[in-house]
């Protein structure tokens, strides 16, 4: 396959960026599309070009680093990470526009690269639960059902790769938000704190510059983890509820 | 957030005068004096403990100040998006938006302009075409004479934009206040469908009628 990619080229934080055009030749479709750029970068660095910075680490989907926008949709067209997704997904001659997470609350570092820190900051807000130290507890001290258990597991699987937030047209962070609420709202562990974590988080995320969540529903769309769309109602339910019993802030 | 609730109350305030009004244009097809009685007796609710007209007022007062808070949180959530991003993508595909989803902040605003001139066509009467009357059934039909197309497109137009309107935010606002769950997601959605659907349906019967002379 020969392909034409559309790349967003930026030096550093302060430079404005723009769009350059790269042909890629002899693309196998069984490559990953990470791949593709690795055969793009080897070609840019032979002409002695910068190579195109992009972020990566386990490529086998399930750290969170990688995920640039191809073509307008978070992580491409098939519903997975882009390190997941394969060359075979496109055609020969395509054109491929390739841009980084666009959001102010994720700035660029470089080329496709960009800052999501203001994830760990709204993890650091509240994602987490006090647990004493010393001797691990009886694995069957503090029963789960079954129900409960598979849900906090299915928000737990969020790997904050940041898409949501890429494909939302308000820019908002309230899906991977959602996602830890959810997680640790469902297990008794997370019960002591469960009222002051849901304001605190969401706070920390306002003043990160995310925007407001409307309910669109792209980010459950592009998200690689299928993180539901339901979470928010129930983020929603603990933060009206947090704000009744009067027990924030 | 509490924007948030704000918009998804206020709005649910609207959608009830929503189809408190549809409810009150249907009487038309019972007849001038149906309608107009309807009219009159909505200034006499409430007597004697209200003074005349006391009740519209007070809805009137809840209907303005559930605008202003629903247009202030959506103007605010608007400007925090473009905040939020302030570089654009230069290519954008829609992955299963909905069109009403995406028209809601000028659908809004349309809808607001629509208002004062509905306000000022029907219930001043400052603007008439086909005449001044005091009756408002009167002023309904003649304001929908097939020679007023125009103002009759412009009705519909809006009507429809109203449905869209309601489509995404009847969806949204439950959604907001919690009542969300993943085996709840398509019987909502079929909710806020039908809801958005009547209520257009419902509002496009009275004008229509009277253009095409069912109603005279
Ligand atoms: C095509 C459909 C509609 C028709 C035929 C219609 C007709 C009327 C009539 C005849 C009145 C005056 C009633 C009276 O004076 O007793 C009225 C009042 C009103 N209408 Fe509509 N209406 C329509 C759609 C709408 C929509 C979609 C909205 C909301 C955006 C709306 C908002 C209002 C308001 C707020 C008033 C009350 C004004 C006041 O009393 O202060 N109407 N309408
Ligand atoms: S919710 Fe999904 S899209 Fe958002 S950060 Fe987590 S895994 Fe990525
Ligand atoms: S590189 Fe780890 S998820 Fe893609």
């Known amino acids: 396959m020969n392909i034409t990619l559309r790349v967003w080229r930026q030096k550093g934080r302060d430079d404005k960026g723009r769009m350059v055009t790269y042909k890629v030749e002899d693309v196998s479709p069984d490559m990953s599309f990470l791949e593709m750029l690795d055969v793009l970068n080897e070609k840019l660095t032979l002409e002695d070009e910068d190579p195109v910075a992009f972020d990566h680490d386990c490529r086998e989907g399930i750290c969170g680093a990688c995920g640039v926008v191809i073509d307008g949709v978070a992580h491409g067209p098939e519903t997975t990470t882009t390190c997941q997704l394969h060359m075979r997904s496109f055609s020969d001659g395509d054109v491929i526009t390739v841009e980084p997470w666009r959001a102010k609350a994720f700035p660029v570092v470089k080329d496709l690269v960009v800052d999501r820190s203001a994830f760990d900051r709204i993890i650091q807000a509240g994602g987490y639960i006090s647990a004493p130290t010393g001797t691990a507890p009886d694995a069957h001290a503090m029963p789960v059902p079954k129900t409960d258990a598979d849900r906090a597991f299915d928000a737990a699987t969020c790997i904050g790769c940041g898409a949501c937030v890429a494909a939302c047209p308000n820019a908002s962070g309230m899906l991977f938000t959602a996602a830890k609420v959810t997680h640790l709202g469902m297990l008794p562990q997370g019960q002591p704190e469960r009222e002051a974590r849901v304001v605190n988080m969401l706070n920390q995320h306002d003043e990160e510059d995310f925007g407001g969540c409307t309910n669109i529903g792209e980010c459950a769309a592009v998200c690689p983890k299928g993180i539901p769309l339901d979470t928010i109602s129930q983020l929603n339910r603990d933060l009206l509820g947090s704000l009744a019993s009067g027990k924030a802030e | ?216």
């Open chain 2, 1 to 216: 957030m509490a924007l948030k609730s704000a918009m998804a109350v206020t709005g649910g305030i609207l959608v009830l005068f929503l189809i408190a009004h549809m409810y009150g244009n249907l009487n038309v097809f019972a007849g001038q004096e149906a309608f107009d009685s309807y009219s009159h007796h909505l200034r006499e609710l409430g007597e004697p403990m209200l003074p005349h007209g006391g009740f519209l007022w007070i809805m009137r007062v809840v209907l303005l100040v559930s605008i202003i808070v629903h247009a202030y949180a959506a103007a605010v959530l608007a400007i925090r998006a473009n905040r939020a991003r302030p570089v654009r993508y230069q290519a954008r595909k829609r992955v299963q938006r909905s069109y009403a989803s995406y028209t809601m902040r000028w659908g809004g605003v349309l809808i607001a302009l629509f208002a004062i001139f509905h306000i000022l066509h029907l219930t001043t009467n400052h603007i008439h075409p086909g005449g001044a009357f005091d009756s408002p059934y009167e002023r309904l039909v003649a304001g929908f004479q097939p020679e007023f197309f125009y103002v009759t497109l412009f009705y519909i137009l809006s009507v429809i934009a109203v449905g869209f309107h309601l489509r995404h935010g009847i969806w949204s606002a439950l959604t907001t206040l919690g009542a969300n769950k993943a085996s709840r997601e398509r019987p909502l959605n079929i909710i806020a469908t039908v809801l958005a659907l009547v209520i257009t349906i419902g509002f496009l019967l009275t004008p229509l009628s009277v253009t095409f002379g069912l109603v005279e």
